[in-house]
């Protein structure tokens, strides 16, 4: 069976969804855009948003909608972007375009 291309932003949405782990049909083409835009900017633009101080130290590890997943390598940077956490939302959306409401810290284990 041969299968024809498939213009990507008719595909988009399910790649956005397998990404989330999100088995839902509730994700237009527009939103998937959008979604897509946001993902590359964090993931894409995560030391020019950042620096390379914390970026050494902090890696964006999911984004799910307006929820920012990172691991840090030590549970002192875990304390840092506490309080970095508006900083860094703001620079997010700056450099990015990506709205971050809340972010999530979570340890690396050794």
Known sequence: ????????RDSLGAVIRSLRNDSSDTVSSGQAAGMARQMGGVFGKWAEAVGDAVAAHVTPVKLDGTKL???VDDPAWATQLRF???TLKQRL???????IDSVEVRVKRR
């Not at 069976?1 to 990507?8: C, K, L, S, W």
């Not at 959306?93 to 709205?99: E, F, M, N, P, S």
């Open 93 to 99: 959306l700056d450099v990015a375009g990506a709205t």
């Open 69 to 71: 997943v990172v691991e």
């Open 84 to 86: 970095l956490e508006t």
């Open 1 to 8: 069976m041969t299968r024809e291309p498939v213009p990507i």
